[in-house]
């Protein structure tokens, strides 16, 4: 595997998760607090943060920090589980970029909605500089940063074509969304799912609080790529349900 592949799986496992370990530093000593990142295209990691958090008043005196986020473990092992720890300089996003940025974050977790606007709470920003992506058990390699994030051509032609695709498949292709959800990750049938968010390696497709994280097979470039991954996952799902295919 290159270090092209494993920077997709560290993206991988980045994306997909709902939590992470917020490790920050203060007068020498270390810190660890949970912590809801949401990865923005390029793989700058959001977080919300209360002002009132002793992990926020940590990252106001000193930014460097460290995010460890993990998979599921093959076996009774913990140390089985696939992680990647993310290290780099964490600030508030500027306030012109808030909106945006929040939104993508709320996306990812909805449930939040409740308390994103109450005024304790501003949005975070982590620029990754280097990872350490460990597969499984003594399976460990080093990412530096160009090896790590995706492409940024990809990253800004998806992020201008992000809107009208989500647009034009919640309004016409509910079914291959349900197909998704039900046949590839062993939701209930008869659910609204949409979808959320796309990017370069995955998107994200939401039912109320709940949201689910489908990996595409390889980094995909541009709406087509997109689109061609769509189709894949849906046939996928209505081959699993048994379903007739209708191409997006």
Not at 23 to 29: A, F, I, P, R
Not at 69 to 77: I, K, L, R
Not at 93 to 104: D, F, G
Not at 210 to 239: E, F, N, S, T
Request: glycine share 8%; with cysteine; charged share 20%.
């Amino acid at each position: 595997m290159g270090t092209e592949s494993f920077g997709f799986e560290a993206r991988k496992l980045v994306r997909a998760a709902a939590s992470a370990t917020l490790s920050t530093v203060t007068e020498g000593q270390p810190f660890a607090a949970l912590a809801t990142p949401a990865a923005a295209g390029d793989l700058s990691i959001l977080m919300l943060l209360s002002s009132l958090s002793e992990h926020t008043r940590h990252l106001r005196q000193e930014g460097r920090c460290a995010l460890m986020f993990m998979g599921a473990p093959e076996s009774v092992n913990p140390q089985t589980a696939p992680r990647v720890t993310l290290t780099g300089m964490a600030e508030p996003v500027p306030e012109a970029e808030v909106p945006a940025l929040k939104a993508r974050w709320l996306a990812r977790h909805p449930y939040a909605a409740l308390y994103a606007d109450f005024g304790d709470f501003s949005l975070w920003r982590l620029r990754p500089q280097a990872a350490l992506l460990v597969g499984g058990f003594a399976r460990a390699t080093r990412l530096k940063r160009a090896e790590l994030l995706p492409d940024p051509a990809a990253v800004e032609a998806l992020a201008a074509a992000e809107s009208e695709i989500i647009g034009h498949v919640n309004s016409d292709h509910a079914d291959a969304l349900a197909a998704m959800a039900e046949g590839l990750h062993g939701q209930a049938p008869g659910q609204a799912w949409r979808l959320a968010a796309v990017d370069t390696d995955g998107c994200d497709l939401a039912c109320g609080e709940a949201v689910l994280r489908h990996a595409w097979a390889a980094p995909v470039g541009d709406a087509d790529g997109v689109r061609a991954g769509l189709i894949k996952a849906a046939r996928a799902g209505r081959a699993a349900a048994s379903q007739p295919v209708r191409d997006l």
